[in-house]
């Protein structure tokens, strides 16, 4: 089955400090991997689409890269504004082309 | 270009009714899934219509139901309703079945 695990579940920094956020997966063939950022109340909003291992996408402060097992969210410098709860989802190639979700990362910037 | 959207943004049932929720695709998206999505959790697949057709269903028992319409609308239907059902119930479209999914901002389903 499926699974995308999330680490850490929640991340305080101060503004300007730069981290890293985990996603870790087994999926049966891999389509895609898909960031997406949730404010409270609101739906995912798409951030990046990775398709193969070595792959990189930035964008902003964001940067996402992907392994054979892990992708990570890179944030540089980050803002108070990039406080956000990320997702991480992983598409498949067989069976329903559903997303399947890890619980995601909530991160806090503090000015 | 408009976005996803969802009606109604809150909605409040009493266990055992039914209710009906309602997604307009994005323009040009022919693929419309739905989550659920629980509190502090990420979004779980429900099930996907691809033009009009149902393309794939999640862990989700019979009495969750849908329909796509052919202007590619959608609707998500749920019968006799549970306090677990309680949750945020995203729709999402995309151009393709293959193609990244953009979500709308969910309805929030609160079942008493």
């Known amino acids: 089955e499926d699974q995308v695990t999330q680490s850490p579940e929640a991340l305080r920094l101060q503004e300007g400090e730069s981290s890293s956020l985990n996603c870790s997966y087994t999926?049966?063939?891999?389509?895609?991997l898909f960031w997406y950022r949730q404010d409270p109340g609101k739906g995912p909003e798409f951030l990046f689409t990775l398709y193969s291992a070595g792959e990189e996408k930035e964008k902003e402060r964001l940067k996402a890269t992907l392994t054979k097992k892990e992708s990570f969210l890179h944030i540089t410098a980050p803002k108070p504004e990039d406080s956000a709860t990320y997702l991480c989802a992983v598409q498949a190639f067989q069976g329903a082309q559903k997303l399947v979700f890890g619980q995601g990362t909530r991160l806090t910037i503090n000015p | 270009e408009t976005g996803v959207t969802q009606s109604p943004t809150h909605l409040i049932k009493t266990r055992g009714q039914q209710v009906t929720l309602r997604c307009s695709s994005q323009?040009?998206?022919?693929?419309v899934s739905w989550y659920q999505q629980a509190l502090g959790q990420g979004p779980q697949f429900i099930f996907q219509?691809?033009?009009?057709?149902?393309?794939g269903r999640g862990n989700f028992p019979p009495r969750f139901s849908g329909l796509q319409f052919p202007n590619y609308s959608s609707e998500l239907n749920v019968n006799a309703l549970e306090l677990d059902d309680s949750a945020l119930y995203l729709c999402a479209s995309s151009f393709d079945i293959m193609r990244e999914q953009y979500f709308g901002p969910g309805t929030r389903l609160t079942v008493t």
């Open positions: 323009s040009g998206h022919n693929t």
């Open positions: 999926v049966s063939g891999l389509r895609g």
């Open positions: 219509y691809y033009r009009e057709e149902e393309n």
